[in-house]
């Protein structure tokens, strides 16, 4: 596609509920990265994938936080449990990896746990 | 750990003048890159500029420009003749250089609002 697509735009949730995060990449773009961003805070480090590479987990914040990334392209963000300090907006990023210049990012997911 | 500090929490100017956000960072580094994104109410992280740290010149993009001291280790962002569409929110954004394999993520500052007064 022309851009990094994320779904869904916004998700409310239950407290103690999983839910699950999908983002679409450009095609192409061999990285793409999860990020948080909390309320009046900047973007906090999730995940990252390059190829076929080991994912970069240092950024996952605990353990009920997990993603995949099929095919080399598309990508789910999976929060188990989640807790009401999960909420914060989800964006996903791609980058094409042989250049350097700032990734493109989605319009985020709006999680919020009731 | 490379940090990104933005120590204006809000901004504003009116219509048509010129505004600077500041932003410093910290980094052992001597490689590197810099971008300044927009965060406008549609959530969407856009690309504002970049700066290539071996780059002595500063980088310019239309009514944007920034002020890259590399010893001071700052990178500030002069917005001029400022239009009412330039409101959102401005992160300063640092990654590292691509040798050594090394992740490619960005570390961002917290974040100025900006708003342009009519």
């Known amino acids: 596609g022309a851009g990094v697509s994320q779904s869904p735009s916004n998700k409310v949730t239950e407290k103690g509920k999983d839910v699950e995060l999908r983002c679409d990449p450009i095609?192409?773009?061999?990285?793409l990265y999860w990020y948080r961003q909390s309320l009046g805070q900047g973007l906090e480090f999730l995940i990252y994938?390059?190829?076929?590479?080991?994912?970069?987990k240092s950024g996952l914040p605990s353990d009920r936080f997990s993603a995949e990334r099929t095919g080399g392209s598309v990508s789910t963000l999976t929060i188990q449990r989640t807790q009401q300090e999960d909420s914060a907006v989800y964006l996903c990023a791609s980058s094409h990896d042989r250049r350097n210049y700032g990734y493109t990012f989605g319009s985020g997911t709006r999680l919020t746990v009731v | 750990a490379q940090t990104v500090t933005q120590s204006q929490p809000e901004m504003s100017v009116q219509e048509a003048e010129t505004v600077t956000l500041s932003c410093t960072y910290d980094?052992?580094?001597?490689?590197?890159?810099l971008f300044w994104y927009k965060q406008p109410p549609s959530r969407q992280m856009i690309l504002v500029i970049r700066?290539?740290?071996?780059?002595?010149q500063n980088a310019t993009e239309n009514r944007f420009s920034v002020n890259f001291q590399k010893a001071a280790k700052s990178f500030s962002l002069k917005i001029s003749d400022s239009q009412l569409g330039d409101a959102a929110m401005y992160f300063c954004a640092y990654r590292g250089s691509n040798s050594g394999g090394s992740n490619y993520k960005l570390t961002f500052g917290k974040g100025t609002l900006l708003t342009v007064n009519p």
């Open positions: 700066q290539e740290a071996y780059k002595q």
């Open positions: 095609s192409g773009h061999t990285a």
């Open positions: 994938f390059q190829g076929n590479s080991a994912p970069d």
């Open positions: 980094t052992s580094e001597s490689d590197y890159y």
